[in-house]
């Protein structure tokens, strides 16, 4: 019995010590030049000394610090109203479909306007639902400016997060 809380205990502590390194940070970043343009975008794999290093659609890139000028975490503010536009209008559409009744004596409807009309209606509806998402988004903002300094402050503050 002793060796079995004893093995428990031992594959536990190997996972509390994985969950303390700066690898596989599971955040998803966008990265702006010194400029404030745009140079990438992906899940964040590690921070490294004088690195950054992403994992995007076009595979993995290394940043070096002193190009970057800020870093902000989480998606755009446009894809929350993007996907809430979806979302309504998808569910607008089944329902308008689903509730069509062509023979009703005063609001006939096919199973297609009233997908169409649901959809028509929803769009806005999710779009604006999605707006309202942005005010809970909490998305953070990391000034770096090309400094060694704050490269320093900004893998700190992610190594604590990810602990």
Do not use: C, H
Not at 110 to 125: F, R
């Amino acid at each position: 019995m002793k060796s079995l809380i004893f093995a428990i205990v031992l594959i536990l502590s190997i996972n509390i010590y994985a969950q303390g390194e700066t690898e596989n940070l599971n955040l998803f970043v966008r990265v702006y030049n010194l400029q404030g343009e745009k140079i990438n975008k992906g899940k964040l794999i590690a921070v490294t000394e004088k690195s950054l290093q992403i994992k995007g659609t076009k595979g993995v890139a290394e940043i070096d610090y002193s190009s970057i000028g800020f870093i902000r975490t989480k998606r755009s503010e446009g894809k929350n109203v993007l996907i809430g536009s979806i979302l309504g209008a998808s569910a607008m559409a089944i329902f308008g479909a689903a509730s069509a009744d062509p023979d009703a004596l005063f609001f006939a409807y096919t199973s297609g306007e009233g997908a169409a009309g649901g959809a028509l209606l929803g769009l806005p509806l999710g779009a604006a639902a999605g707006g309202i998402s942005i005010l809970f988004k909490n998305s953070k903002y990391y000034s770096i400016d090309g400094d060694l300094l704050k490269w320093k402050l900004f893998k700190e503050m992610i190594t604590e997060r990810n602990n």
